[in-house]
């Protein structure tokens, strides 16, 4: 069996993500490749909780440690038991956010040390990385307002302007380091330009 593709979608808050899963998962399938969408935090049913207790805006203050243990605890569930077993049945694995978003919010956002985080990717991971990232980035106010527009803000999306603009120059930093895996989708041009670049960006894996 052919190992499948491991795909993630990045950026910052409301650029598109979620919007864009389901067009690449056609896309795909009209590639007749077979697709299991999934995201993180979450992904598995204790992951899931996981995520909850990470966006749960009313809870005690949470600890920036702890905050990255969690990520990184979900992510072991979600890549023992759907991430791994999909690539190895064939399946390629579609995923809204994965480790960049941690050098990102935990790394960016938090001032944690990068050390510390690929420390723990290497310890969960192993090797495995993705084979294609596509980064959504756009100017912090678009992306804000776009998630504004769609209801109550989670604890993340609570955090100031100048965390989101540190999130989002950690993220370029991952694309300047990771240039081979790491492809840039403006994200503040209209969906079908969006969905454009997306298709382009994605030749290189359906070859
Ligand atoms: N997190 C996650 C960490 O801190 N560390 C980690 O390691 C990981 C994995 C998860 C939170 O967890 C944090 C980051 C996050 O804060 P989430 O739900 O995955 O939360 O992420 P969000 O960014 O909150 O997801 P959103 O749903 O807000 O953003 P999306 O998915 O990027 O945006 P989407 O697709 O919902 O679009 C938002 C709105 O914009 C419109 C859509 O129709 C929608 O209404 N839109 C456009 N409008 C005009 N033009 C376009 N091109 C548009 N594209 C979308």
Redesign the pocket.
């Known amino acids: 069996m052919i190992r499948g593709k491991f795909i993630t979608l990045e950026?910052?808050?409301?650029?598109?993500?979620?919007?864009?899963l389901e067009f690449i998962k056609e896309h795909l399938q009209q590639h007749h490749i077979p697709v299991v969408v999934t995201?993180?935090?979450g992904g598995t049913l204790l992951a899931e909780k996981i995520?909850r207790l990470?966006?749960d805006a009313d809870s005690e203050p949470l600890a920036e440690q702890a905050?990255l243990l969690l990520?990184f605890a979900a992510?072991a569930q979600h890549i023992k038991h759907v991430i791994d077993p999909a690539l190895a049945q064939g399946n390629w694995v579609l995923c809204?956010?994965?480790?960049d978003?941690?050098y990102?919010?935990?790394g960016g956002?938090r001032n944690m040390k990068i050390s510390t985080i690929e420390w723990l990717e290497n310890f969960v991971q192993g090797s495995l990385r993705p084979d294609l990232t596509l980064l959504?980035d756009a100017p912090v106010e678009i992306?804000m307002e776009?998630?504004r527009?769609?209801g109550a803000f989670?604890r993340?999306?609570a955090e100031k302007q100048s965390f989101f603009e540190r999130v989002r120059r950690a993220y370029l930093l991952q694309l300047e380091l990771h240039p081979e895996r790491i492809k840039l989708i403006k994200?503040?041009?209209?969906?079908c330009d969006?969905q454009r670049a997306i298709v382009d960006n994605m030749r290189v894996l359906l070859r």
Do not use: C
Not at 96 to 99: A, G, I, P
Not at 187 to 191: E, R, S, V
């Open positions: 950026g910052g808050e409301g650029v598109g993500k979620t919007t864009n995201r993180e935090p995520r990470l966006l905050e990520m992510r809204d956010r994965f480790t978003a941690t990102a919010y935990q956002g959504l992306g776009r998630a527009k769609r989670d993340f999306e994200a503040n041009q209209p969906l969006v």
